[in-house]
Structures are given as C-alpha cells and as structure tokens.
C-alpha cells in the first residue's frame, strides 16, 4: 500500500455537527424509546410541523426517504402513468427513480453549464402534450430561478415539483425552497444538510388536498385505519428519526451560514487558479445558495487531469468527491428511455470536469487555504506534457 497522510481535510465531518448534541440527541431518543410510540407520532407531527414553517410552506409529511418523496410526492399531485415529467440530466439517480416509481415518464434536458442547473430553454424544446410537469433539481444547494421557473410552468400549463433533497432552507428571489411549486421534495439523508440518524425524507406543500392525500399514501392507502382508497405503500418518517430532526433543525440557519462563507473562503483562494483552468460553478442565487456541495470544474485548460488531481490531493489528506460521474441518461438502467452518449453535451462535459471539494459546517479557513495551496502546488508542479491515458 502506498503511503497516505492522515486525513487532514476530510470530505464531511458528520462528528462535528453530532458530537456537541450528543446529550441532546440521547434524551430525544430516550423519550421516545420511553414513551413507546414508534410511528406516526407526537415526534413527527411536530418535526413536520417545525419544518414546513422554516420553509414557508403550510404542510409537511414525512416519510421514509427523499426518493420517495419524490415517488409519492409526484402521485399525491396527481402525476400518474402515461404523463411526462421534465427533469435535469445530471442529478443524483433518485431523481429518476422518484419519476419512474411515480409511473410517469422522465424526460431528460441538458444543463446551464455554468450553473449546473437545468436549462429552461432546454424544457421548452422537451415539451409534448404529454408534459404534465417540470420537476427542477436545486442542485448543490443552489435553487433553479423561482421566478423563471413559474413564469416557465404559467406559460405551459405545467405543474412545478422542487426536488430540494440538497437545499433545505435554501432561498432566491424571495421563494424559500420548497415553496415554490405545487410540491417539493426533501431528504434526510445523514449527509444532508439536515441530516437525520439514518433515513428520512419529507413533502412540503400548500395544498391541503396534496398533504391528505401523501398521508394515505405513505400509510398503505389508508385515510383511516383498515379502510384503504388508494394502493399506497409503507413509507414513514419514524419517531426516532423525528426526534433526532427536531434536536438539528433549530441549528439548521447556522450551518447553512457557514456552509456559504465557506463557500466565500473557496471562491477567493481559488479565484487566481482560473487561468489554470479550474472554475467553481457559479453561484447566480447570492446569499440564498446553502452549498449543500462546493464543486469545481476541472476545464479541458487545465494541465493536470481530474483523477490525478483527486489522486494527488488524497495522498496529501485531502478528500474529495465527484457529484455525478455519470450522468442518469447513460446509465444502463435507463437504456430503455432511448437516450445515447452526446444527447445532453453540457451535463456530460460536467460529468468529466467536476469535482466535489470538501465542505461542511465548522471547515476552518485555514483547511481551505490548505485545499487550494495544495491544488495550486500540484498544478505548478506537474509536467503539462504529461497526458494521461
Ligand atoms: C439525496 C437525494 C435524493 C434522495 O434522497 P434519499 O433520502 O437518499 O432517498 C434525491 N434527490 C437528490 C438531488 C438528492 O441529493
């Protein structure tokens, strides 16, 4: 085995964020254990509470997953088979799973290769009269435009589906995300920008009829107990999970804060290495982008190629990531929507070029300096000669 330094900058530091609730988090979940209602009780009535009114939106539910959220979320609003959804290329697989499981059909469109977020001039070309909605990824942490958006969706008679599964309390232009469309999706994933022990997700939404309907939904069909209206499925935000949630949420604003001014920090170290041809992808929603992930792209400028650059900053204990390396249309279980390599050449670029740098609440300027001295090193020092095969 190679040598590697100790992990100096590690990707996320989930410890730094839990260890200090520790006692907290322990009582919450005693109570419950104590208590012993297990699903469906006080726990997540108010964590969807609490959660829906952070975000500005009258009504939460909470169930097993962010995906399905999405898949659930999607039915309650009436999305079924036969309907089309517009969706961006290059998001996390459980975009696509959401749509499918829903019964509907993805229909896939290209990305703002700056932003990474999904084009809306893109969207119109992917119109049929078979598009029931647009479902907008608010990638990394950055919300797609709600104000395009909506203008968008009024324009075309389509319903709007936020997958904000990395933008918790994210905002722009006035809209929390969440609160944009007729439905959002969260997840809860530990990973998250709130992130519960385990699994997690929840629907936010206005609509008094969507919220009934996605609380059948995730309880086996059932508006009441043993009389089922629809097929449903079992998919709760268990207790425990809602109680752990409603010890972080109140830290939620904080960590988001420093998630952007660690953002900040990286925007300017890593500002002279541009005309090496490393580039973040933009911010274009200001103070309102929650960094879920801080992503640079490694252009085809750059002397230094990815995977060597990744190499290069691992064995100086520096972990990074890479947020997707393939983009879902070339994934092989979806070679049935009958899309091929060079439909989308924005989203598959990204795919080749990103690089996810580490970020989380409580990375320390001088981690950062670390990040960007060690990539500034690894670029004067490597040989531009040198090409990988
Ligand atoms: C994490 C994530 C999901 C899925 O959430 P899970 O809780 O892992 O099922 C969906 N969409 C995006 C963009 C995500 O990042």
Redesign the pocket.
């Given at each position: 085995m190679s040598y590697q330094s100790p992990v100096r900058v590690p990707f996320v530091d989930l410890a730094l964020q839990n260890q200090p609730l520790q006692a907290q988090l322990e009582q919450a979940i005693n109570a419950v254990v104590r208590q012993g209602n297990f699903v469906l009780g006080q726990a997540l009535a108010d964590f969807e509470a609490s959660f829906a009114a952070a975000s500005g939106v009258r009504y939460g539910v909470g169930v097993g997953?962010?995906?399905e959220a999405?898949a659930l979320g999607l039915q309650a609003c009436g999305i079924s088979a036969g309907d089309e959804v517009i969706i961006p290329a290059n998001?996390?697989i459980?975009?696509v799973i959401g749509v499918v499981k829903a019964g509907a059909h993805p229909i896939l469109v290209d990305c703002d290769p700056q932003t990474a977020l999904i084009d809306l001039r893109a969207c119109q070309q992917a119109i049929t009269a078979k598009t029931k909605a647009i479902l907008p990824?608010h990638?990394y942490g950055q919300m797609v435009s709600p104000r395009r958006l909506r203008e968008f969706a009024a324009a075309h008679n389509l319903l709007i589906f936020e997958?904000a599964?990395?933008a918790h309390l994210a905002h722009r232009e006035g809209y929390l995300a969440g609160s944009v469309g007729k439905a959002a999706a969260f997840?809860f994933?530990p990973s998250?920008n709130l992130g519960a022990l385990g699994?997690g997700?929840m629907v936010l939404t206005n609509d008094a009829a969507v919220a009934q309907k996605m609380r059948s939904l995730r309880n086996y069909g059932a508006p009441r107990k043993y009389f089922h209206v629809d097929i449903g499925t079992n998919s709760r935000l268990d207790e425990i999970q809602a109680a752990v949630l409603n010890v972080k949420l109140p830290h939620l604003g904080k960590w988001n804060q420093l998630r952007n001014s660690a953002a900040q920090e990286y925007d300017a170290v890593l500002k002279p290495l541009r005309n090496q041809g490393i580039f973040p992808i933009q911010n274009q929603g200001g103070a309102g982008h929650v960094y879920h992930l801080y992503i640079i792209r490694v252009s085809q400028e750059c002397p230094v190629d990815r995977q060597t650059i990744q190499d290069k900053l691992a064995t100086r204990g520096i972990q990074t990531g890479i947020h997707y390396p393939i983009p879902c249309h070339l994934q092989p279980a979806y070679k049935y929507l009958g899309y091929q390599a060079g439909d989308f050449p924005h989203a598959e670029t990204l795919c080749q070029e990103i690089l996810s740098l580490p970020m989380y609440p409580g990375l320390s300027n001088t981690q950062i300096q670390e990040v960007a001295e060690s990539l500034e090193y690894l670029l004067r020092t490597s040989s531009p000669a040198v090409i990988a095969c």
């Open positions: 997953s962010g995906t999405i998001t996390f459980a975009t990824v990638l997958d599964a990395q997840s994933y998250k699994n997700g």
